[in-house]
């Protein structure tokens, strides 16, 4: 967790654009947003944050072909997988959902503040 936010600060002091709203979530938030996007990244989604929604994009989920008999169960395990890296990673964020969609490869999961 503690490289994600290295490799994080890294990426914002190179790309400032990129760290346009760390002052309005704060640092503790901001590093959470690298620890869950290093994971999923690992876990081979390509996610898009969007810090003033709160929200993470993973559309096209990259399982929803092989699981779709098992979408309910897979999005539930991302889901737990997803709150376990923010809380280890400590700040106020959360997952509090995944958005439902009829469309199967659609993934939205929203945070919340804590």
Known sequence: MHDAAVRGDVMRRVMPWTGSNVESIGQPATHQLDAIVEHLVDSGFDPVVDEADLTISLSPCPHAAS????????????????????????????????????HPTDCVVELAIA
């Open 67 to 102: 699981q779709a008999g098992h979408r309910q169960t897979l999005c539930a395990v991302h889901l737990g997988l997803m709150r376990a890296v923010l809380k280890e990673a400590g700040g106020p964020l959360r997952a509090s959902c995944i958005r439902s969609s009829p």
